[in-house]
Nanobody, 122 residues
Framework: QVQLVESGGGVVQPGGSLRLSCAAS????????MGWYRQGPGKERELVAV???????NYVLSVKGRFTISRDNAKNTVYLQMNSLKPEDTAVYYC????????????????WGQGTQVTVSS
């Protein structure tokens, strides 16, 4: 019914850039906050960035100044622009969003994408 589809992952050299996108589809009534998490090999999953419906953002310290999260509410899409990538950014990146959907618009569910691999390597 509701699905998050991620794209944009890949392999880049240190210092390179990638843009991740995550589009929500289905019988969506409303989307609240949207965000990106990541989990590197042998590491815990961490919140990378979050964006509110009004456009307020927050980032994990390690990506501040390099990553930018944005959203297009008309397209039900959240983006993560990643610049100046470092090897330590290598991880599976997961999109998530709190979504209410028809026919129960007052029921909020946190949806997750399947993840997209980002590899930063020489």
């Amino acid at each position: 019914q509701v699905q998050l589809v991620e794209s944009g992952g890949g392999v880049v050299q240190p210092g390179g850039s990638l843009r991740l996108s995550c589009a929500a589809s289905g019988s969506i009534f409303s989307i609240n906050a949207m965000g990106w998490y990541r989990q590197g090999p042998g590491k815990e999953r961490e919140l990378v960035a979050v964006i509110t419906t009004g456009g307020g953002t927050n980032y994990v310290l390690s990506v501040k100044g390099r990553f930018t999260i944005s959203r297009d509410n008309a397209k039900n899409t959240v983006y993560l622009q990643m610049n100046s990538l470092k090897p330590e950014d290598t991880a599976v990146y997961y999109c998530n969003a709190d979504i209410s959907a028809r026919p129960r618009p007052n029921t909020w569910v946190r949806y997750w994408g399947q993840g997209t691999q980002v590899t930063v390597s020489s």
